[in-house]
Every structure is written in structure tokens, then in C-alpha cells.
């Protein structure tokens, strides 16, 4: 299959080199034409993705149009704050056959939409819409270590179709007709690994952690069944897994802004520390304002919420948590 990987960031790239591993004719395009050349000359990414050496099949691209050329997947790995000006810029390029697939984990600013509805409503007529999304740190991709994730559409015959073809011994795939449940979960672990940054850099110990996560995947089940989203696919990979994973993993650029939250340091440093894009932190103000809109119970969102906006510090933070009126575990 030929596929075409837009966006040269870390998670881009390490798809690239896997499906180019895997014998698919793979283009990767990245916007900046001095990124591409670099790219070109040292076959890697050594701004984002450094030792991970390209397959002798996998193509660099700069020009749009030459990237979609006969292409038959179109892989979407941008920011979520991209991923409307992308899509706006392939458009005369497609038809509404050509599949688009996203591995964009967030909701869009102001618009609230996840991914995949981004897509559908800047091209409404498309037929095949994915979502990708699962527990998977670009490094290890890259490298082949295994790992499993899962795709999901509306149109379950195609997603499943689509498993079969792109499965591999190193990405298994699951398919999913529940792409709210797998959207949501893919966006709201991201703030649950900041929050749990943030405890593990403040000592607070793994009781606090455990605490944390689960109450935290709590609030991503709350919110995402009150959007339509199937409570299986909170315990699945998308859900559970993503969120064990990114609260956890020494490679979560989530984790680490936590992690330099707790020596309150101020956000734009830690970001430009970071290097790299961390959705979780232009999450939280979207999510807070969806539990704000749908009256949903989220102290952990609403918490970091005041904290990045100056309404708390750092040391207040597990107070304000663990004083809160007592209440039943699973109240809705």
C-alpha cells in the first residue's frame, strides 16, 4: 500500500519508518523545506526522532501535491491545532474515496471537536474516516519494539479491512466503531499524566499515584459516555492503556510538563525545555470547559485548570484534591 505520512514530528516519523519496515511504499512530507533536506541527507529525523535510521522505502517530501500523488492512505500526524490547515491544503488534492486517517490526540481549541470530527466538517463527503490511537511511545516504534493500538471508524467493514491490511508483527491493530470512546480517551490521558507528573514531582508517593490515575480515568469515563462514548472502550487500549502508559512512561513529554510543574516552573520554559508539542496542556483548558458545558464532575482538570491559570500553585494542588466533600466512588 502506498501511504502517505503528513507531519515529520517524532510520532510521524516513527510510523513512517514502521510501515516503510514493513514493505509499504511510504512518503513522509513535512512542511519546512530545510527540515526535509536534513531529513534527506542523514535519513533521520534528528530533530525529533534521533538514531532511528530511514528504510531505503521511505520517501521525503516537501510539495504537497507530489506527496499525495497516488496515494492510496493518507495518515494525518500533525498537532490537533494542524490539523484543520492541513486539511484545508490537501483538499483540491483528494477525492471523497481517498481514506484519512488521524493519530492526533487532543480537542480543538474554541471548537471543541475531536480529530476525527475535524475532518468531517471540513470534508463532509468523505467516505472513510480513522482515528489512531493506543499506549505507543514514537521511540519504540521506531526501533520495532511491539506494541498494540487501535483504529477506529464509523464504518466498521472498512476499519477492520484496514486492520488486516497495515497489522504486523510489531503494531497489532484493534478495530473500533467507537471513535468518541477512543478520541476522548486519547485526548484526556494526556491531562491525567500531567496531574500525575506533577504528584510523582512533588513526592507525593505511589499511593498518591494510584489514587490519581484512578480517579483520573474516572473523569475520562464521565466525560466521554456523557459524549456518546461505550465504557469498554475506556478499559481498552485507547482508555486504560494509554493512560497507564503516559502517566507512567520515562518517555512522556505529558508526564515530564508535570514533572516541571512541581518546581514551578513557568509554562512557556517548560515547553521551550521540552522541545517537542504536549497536547495535555492545550487540553486542559478545552476539557474544562466541556465539563463546564455538560455540568461533569472533573477536579483533576478543574485543579490544573486554576493552576496554569495562576489560581493555584503547585503546593496547593493535592490539597485542594483531597478536601473536597466526601462523596460515593461511582457516583455518576
Same mark, same amino acid.
Given at each position: ?37 536534513? &531529513? ?57 474515496? &481517498? ?62 479491512? &484496514? ?170
Amino acid at each position: 500500500m502506498k501511504i502517505t505520512v503528513l507531519g515529520a514530528g517524532a510520532w510521524g516519523t516513527a510510523l513512517a519508518i514502521h510501515f516503510a519496515q514493513q514493505n509499504h511504499q511510504v512518503c513522509l512530507w513535512a512542511r519546512n523545506a530545510e527540515h526535509v533536506t536534513q &531529513m534527506q541527507q542523514t535519513r533521520e529525523n534528528q530533530r525529533y526522532l534521533k538514531n532511528c535510521h530511514f528504510p531505503d522505502n521511505l520517501n521525503l517530501q516537501n510539495h504537497l501535491q507530489d506527496a499525495l500523488d497516488q496515494t492510496e492512505l493518507v495518515l494525518i500526524v500533525t498537532p490537533v491545532s494542524g490539523l484543520r490547515p492541513i486539511l484545508e491544503a490537501i483538499q483540491p488534492f483528494i477525492d471523497n474515496n &481517498m481514506p484519512i486517517m488521524t493519530a492526533c490526540k487532543g480537542f480543538e481549541v474554541s471548537t471543541g471537536q475531536l480529530p476525527h470530527q475535524v475532518v468531517t466538517s471540513m470534508l463532509p463527503e468523505q467516505k472513510h474516516v480513522a482515528l489512531l490511537s493506543g499506549p505507543s511511545f514514537a521511540q519504540e516504534l521506531a526501533q520495532q519494539l511491539p506494541c498494540a493500538v487501535t483504529l477506529a471508524s464509523e464504518n466498521q467493514a472498512w476499519i477492520e479491512q &484496514m486492520c488486516r491490511n497495515l497489522n504486523s508483527s510489531v503494531l497489532r491493530l484493534y478495530a473500533s466503531s467507537d471513535v468518541i470512546g477512543v478520541a476522548v480517551g486519547g485526548a484526556l490521558k494526556n491531562v491525567m499524566a500531567i496531574a500525575t507528573g506533577l504528584c510523582d514531582g512533588l513526592h507525593y508517593g505511589l499511593n498518591a499515584r494510584a489514587a490519581l490515575m484512578t480517579r483520573g480515568l474516572a473523569e475520562i469515563s464521565r466525560l466521554a459516555q456523557h459524549l456518546g462514548a461505550q465504557e469498554a472502550t475506556l478499559m481498552g487500549l485507547s482508555g486504560l492503556g494509554d493512560l497507564i502508559l503516559t502517566c507512567t512512561g520515562g518517555l512522556s513529554r505529558n508526564r515530564q510538563v508535570g514533572l516541571k510543574l512541581a518546581e514551578d516552573k513557568n509554562l512557556d520554559t517548560i515547553l521551550e525545555e521540552l522541545g517537542h508539542v504536549a497536547e495535555g496542556v492545550y487540553t486542559i483548558s478545552e476539557a474544562y470547559r466541556l465539563s463546564q458545558l455538560h455540568h461533569i464532575s472533573m477536579p483533576i482538570t478543574e485543579t490544573l485548570f486554576q493552576l496554569l491559570n495562576g489560581q493555584l500553585n503547585s503546593a496547593q494542588v493535592a490539597y485542594a484534591l483531597m478536601m473536597r466533600s466526601p462523596t460515593l466512588e461511582h457516583k455518576s
